[in-house]
C-alpha cells in the first residue's frame, strides 16, 4: 500500500527531471591556448602598443617571483605596471578579444554538448585567468556572457583600471568551479574540466579529488600527468572524444558517427602514450667506482 499516494505530490523539479531525464554535466573549459591559438595577453599587448619582447620580460619576471597566482601576471600588469596601466581601457580588452585565433567548431561544441549527447546535458562554461572583457567579447555570439567567468577589474571615471575584484587563475579557478556547482547544485563527479597550461593545476587536482574528469589539450609537463585524459587537435571538437568514450561510455565507432552525421570526418586518430624522459650519466656512481679503482 502507498502511504504517500494521497499527500506526495511530486514537486516541480522532480516533474523537470522526469520530462527531462537527462544525465546534467557541467563541462568548465579554460581559453587561453585551450579554445584560443595564441594567449590573449599577446593580442592585449601588441594593441597597447607593447611589443612581445617587452611583454614577455614583464610576464615571464612576474612569474618567476611566483607573487601571484599563475596565469595572473597579465592581471597584475594591467593593474600595476605604469604602461599597462596608462593605456589599457575597455575598449582594448574588447577589441583584443575580437583579434583574438579561436579554434574551430566552439559553437559546434557548445551544441553538441546540450543537444547531440543522448541521455546527456552538459553545460558549457568558460573559467579563464585573462581580463573576463577579453573572453567575452572573443566568444561573443557563441557562449553566453553568463557562461564566462574571467579575472574582473574595476574602472575609475576615466576609464582606468583602479582594482582587481577577482582573479580567476590558479587558486582562482579552484573557487569559481566549487562556486558554479553550487549554484547548479550540480555535484563534483559531474564536473568535467579541461585546460593546457600551469594556471590549470590546482583545479584539475580539485576536480580529480572530487571525481570529476579531467582533460589536458597541451603536452605540459605539469598537467599532462595530472590530467585523467590528454587530447590534441587543432579543432575545438577534439575535446568531445575524451567525454564520449570516458564519460558517456561510447565507442570509436558510435563517436565517428556522430561526426560524419554532423557532415564531419575524423581523418587522423591516433592513440598514443608518451613517457617522456631525460637519462644523464650517474656522474655520483662514477665517482664511486672510481675511488674503488684507485683503491684496488
Ligand atoms: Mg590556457
Do not use: C
Not at 116 to 131: K, L, Q, R, T
Amino acid at each position: 500500500m502507498n502511504l504517500y499516494r494521497q499527500d506526495h505530490q511530486p514537486g516541480p523539479e522532480s516533474m523537470i527531471e522526469r520530462a527531462h531525464p537527462k544525465k546534467r554535466f557541467i563541462l568548465a573549459s579554460d581559453f587561453d591556448q585551450t579554445l584560443s591559438f595564441n594567449d590573449s595577453g599577446y593580442v592585449l599587448a601588441e594593441l597597447l602598443g607593447i611589443s612581445v619582447a617587452e611583454f614577455e620580460r614583464k610576464a615571464n619576471g612576474m612569474a618567476k617571483l611566483n607573487l601571484v597566482q599563475q596565469g595572473g601576471e597579465l592581471a597584475y600588469l594591467l593593474l600595476h605596471d605604469p604602461e599597462f596601466r596608462s593605456k589599457a581601457r575597455p575598449e582594448h580588452l574588447y577589441e583584443a578579444g575580437k583579434r583574438v585565433r579561436l579554434k574551430p567548431n566552439i559553437d559546434l561544441l557548445y551544441r553538441f554538448l546540450s543537444e547531440e549527447v543522448a541521455g546527456h546535458h552538459f553545460d558549457f562554461y568558460v573559467i579563464s585567468a585573462g581580463p573576463v572583457e577579453v573572453i567575452r567579447s572573443a566568444l561573443e555570439g557563441i557562449i553566453p556572457a553568463d557562461h564566462i567567468y574571467g579575472t574582473e577589474f574595476e574602472y575609475n571615471a576615466q576609464g582606468e583600471i583602479e582594482r582587481i575584484l577577482q582573479v580567476t587563475a590558479g587558486y582562482g579557478k579552484v573557487a569559481a568551479v566549487d562556486q558554479l556547482l553550487e549554484k547548479l547544485k550540480i555535484g563534483p563527479d559531474r564536473l568535467v574540466y579541461v585546460g593546457d597550461g600551469s594556471s590549470d593545476i590546482h583545479v584539475m587536482l580539485h576536480v580529480n579529488r572530487r571525481d570529476g574528469f579531467t582533460i589536458a589539450v597541451s603536452e605540459n609537463k605539469y598537467l599532462a600527468p595530472i590530467a585523467k585524459r590528454s587530447v590534441i587537435g587543432d579543432s575545438a571538437l577534439a575535446i568531445l572524444i575524451p567525454i564520449l568514450e570516458e564519460v558517456v561510455g561510447w565507442n570509436s565507432s558510435q563517436i565517428r558517427e556522430l561526426f560524419e552525421t554532423k557532415g564531419l570526418l575524423i581523418q587522423q586518430w591516433d592513440k598514443v602514450q608518451t613517457d617522456m624522459l631525460t637519462i644523464v650519466p650517474n656522474s655520483a656512481a662514477m665517482e664511486v667506482e672510481s675511488v674503488i679503482t684507485i683503491a684496488d
